[in-house]
């Protein structure tokens, strides 16, 4: 375990340190963010914009993504929150039924949710799901946290790429096996020229980066439909 410059505790995310701090006033000693995925990136940056009860949090992101968020993926992820500091939990009163539950995100949550955005280790850079959610963030990152995730899919995807060629090499007479090892490999194609324009496009984009506290946001994988109403 290593110690942050300001007496904080450095996170672990994917099995490497992370270079963030978390604040000397924390009372979380380690925070664990290995098997981490993209589903608690969309929960930590939803709740990041707005504090929000189960049901509500799990309908907005399905809403913004459509991603189908189970309960059973949804509660558990919160608790592995609450439990490691990153949203507290407050009981709603609700007339003639049960209190409710509505999460908040913490500055250790926002932190948390900045080291699982810059992380993409070798695991998760060939998963499609993982790189679009964070390339959707892009506004939260400085140039160089992007420029390392454009890297590390490119890096993947010419892997990818280099593995299907071998593939069609040994593919001989088989025809519908190569047609559809052709297409892979033009998807391929594909992708690595829409990773150089958008190497270009982030070069060319000198907004100022939107910090973590902020409330306006885009969607998870694309414009936020509650913030542009």
């Given amino acids: 375990m290593e110690e942050g410059g300001r007496g904080g505790v450095i996170g672990r995310c994917h099995g490497s340190w992370s270079a963030r701090r978390f604040p000397a006033s924390s009372s979380i000693t380690y925070v664990n963010l290995d098997d981490m995925s993209y589903v608690d990136v969309m929960i930590l940056r939803h709740l990041m914009r707005t504090p929000a009860h189960g049901y509500e949090l799990r309908k907005h992101v399905e809403a913004n993504t459509g991603f189908v968020l189970h309960n059973n993926s949804l509660y558990p992820a919160l608790r592995r929150f609450e439990e490691a500091g990153a949203v507290t939990k407050t009981a709603e009163a609700q007339e003639g039924r049960p209190p409710r539950h509505v999460y908040e995100i913490t500055e250790l949550g926002?932190?948390?949710?900045?080291?699982?955005?810059?992380?993409?280790?070798?695991?998760?850079?060939?998963?499609?799901?993982?790189?679009?959610?964070?390339?959707?963030?892009?506004?939260?990152?400085?140039?160089?946290?992007?420029?390392?995730?454009?890297?590390?899919?490119?890096?993947?995807?010419?892997?990818r790429l280099e593995q299907l060629r071998a593939l069609r090499e040994r593919a001989g007479d088989e025809r519908w096996g190569a047609l559809a090892n052709d297409h892979l490999i033009d998807l391929c194609d594909v992708e690595l020229a829409w990773l150089t324009r958008l190497r270009a496009e982030a070069a060319e984009d000198h907004r100022p980066q939107v910090h973590a506290g902020d409330q306006a946001r885009t969607g998870l994988l694309g414009p936020d439909r509650d913030a542009v109403r």
């Fill in 110 to 159: 926002r932190e948390m949710l900045l080291d699982l955005l810059t992380d993409l280790p070798v695991s998760a850079a060939g998963d499609e799901s993982e790189f679009l959610v964070r390339l959707a963030q892009f506004d939260l990152l400085a140039p160089d946290e992007r420029s390392a995730l454009l890297d590390a899919r490119e890096a993947a995807v010419r892997a």
